[in-house]
């Protein structure tokens, strides 16, 4: 059964980063595509970003596009979501996933086999 658990979460003002980081344990982790998604209140969890095994290949989300940055160290079982120029909008909480197989094309929550339990992140304006 992998675990995984996020952390880097906070409160910072617009303009301003935070850097996200997800530990993963009980599995081999370059088994893994990873991924993360967002979650507003009344909102439905939507993606932000996802990667391949290696990390060679990255998609990310259109309203995240050229400020986040999906990334990962297979070293250390660790995926992480660098956050700049952060927005009110992007207040969420963030969940990581992992999916069996090793392609980043995956968008949708179904297509993940394994979560996190959220970090929130509140950017204030």
């Known amino acids: 059964q992998v675990q995984l658990v996020e952390s880097g979460g906070g409160q910072v003002q617009a303009g301003g980063s935070l850097r996200l980081s997800c530990a993963a344990s009980?599995?081999?982790?370059?088994?893994?595509?990873m991924g993360w998604f967002r979650q507003a209140p009344g909102k439905e969890r939507e993606f932000v970003a996802a990667?391949?095994?290696?990390?060679?290949?990255?998609h990310h989300a259109d309203a995240v596009k050229g400020r986040f940055t999906i990334s990962r160290d297979n070293a250390k079982n660790t995926v992480y979501l660098q956050m700049n120029s952060l927005k009110p909008e992007d207040t969420a909480v963030y969940y990581c996933?992992?999916?069996?197989?090793?392609?980043?094309?995956?968008?949708?929550?179904?297509?993940?086999?394994?979560w996190g339990q959220g970090t929130q992140v509140t950017v204030s304006s």
């Open positions: 990667l391949s095994w290696s990390g060679g290949t990255t």
């Open positions: 009980g599995g081999t982790f370059r088994n893994f595509a």
């Open positions: 996933a992992a999916r069996y197989g090793t392609s980043a094309n995956a968008y949708y929550t179904q297509q993940y086999n394994y």
